[in-house]
């Protein structure tokens, strides 16, 4: 397939709890783009997206910043509400590069049930993020790029020189490394983030749950309804050759 340019803003599509703040905190690392932080979750839950010096309010302003910042952006998203309608109102996001990561829906449920015991089925995110990776497929002729983050921490180098490459970014093996912190993106939310702030690299996070799919009977119907969405998207991802799975 053709490269993507970079030129066009890129977007990182994720179920919470994939691992996809760990990947934006890599990109941080690259300074030549301007980050974005979960906007479109901020403008569902009715928040403003703050970027730098600039307030943004509502999908709109969001979309019309990331078309015409004069820095190139990567923003990542997660998808606890159904996303694919933004497509249906702006049209122009196709314009975008859309790529999208996945973990292990077993992790992902049990992890987003221990910060969040309300969580609903929808808002475990595979069904909305198949939506969408289904919407850009069908609409643009080419399969969007996936990482499987169950790869990414056995092979940190191997997936993202893939992701790198499909995406059209130069390769940066230094960005694999960085120093634990905070970031001010993370302010709102930075319970959710603990991980990723304490993170020095991409490495498995080895942790046992009271409530898990396997004792519980609400998580394991959780498990039941996402886990062929997680399927049809592992179909896609990226291994340590560079072809799909």
Request: aromatic share 10%; proline share 7%; charged share 20%.
């Amino acid at each position: 397939m053709a490269e993507v340019t970079t030129a066009a803003p890129l977007g990182l599509w994720s179920a919470p709890r994939s691992m996809s703040t760990a990947f934006f905190r890599m990109m941080a690392e690259r300074e030549e783009f301007c980050l974005i932080h979960e906007p479109f979750y901020a403008c569902e839950s009715g928040l403003p997206v703050q970027v730098g010096s600039h307030t943004l309010h509502g999908a709109a302003e969001v979309i019309a910043f990331l078309r015409n910042s004069p820095q190139p952006v990567f923003f990542k998203e997660t998808t606890e509400f159904r996303h694919a309608d933004l497509f249906a109102r702006h049209p122009e996001l196709l314009e975008m590069t859309h790529t999208f990561i996945i973990r292990d829906p077993r992790r992902v449920i049990e992890s987003h049930f221990a910060l969040n015991p309300n969580v609903t089925c929808d808002e475990i995110g595979f069904e909305h993020l198949a939506q969408i990776f289904d919407l850009v497929h069908r609409e643009t002729g080419t399969a969007p790029v996936v990482v499987d983050a169950d790869l990414l921490v056995r092979d940190p180098a191997g997936v993202v020189s893939q992701y790198c490459r499909r995406v059209g970014l130069a390769e940066r093996p230094d960005t694999l490394n960085w120093t634990p912190a905070e970031r001010p993106e993370w302010s709102a939310t930075n319970r959710w983030h603990a991980d990723a702030a304490a993170s020095t690299t991409f490495q498995p996070v080895e942790r046992s749950y009271p409530v898990t799919t396997d004792n519980d009977e609400r998580l394991a119907g959780y498990l039941e309804y996402h886990l062929p969405f997680y399927h049809r998207l592992r179909d896609f991802s990226l291994s340590t050759t560079g072809s799909p799975r």
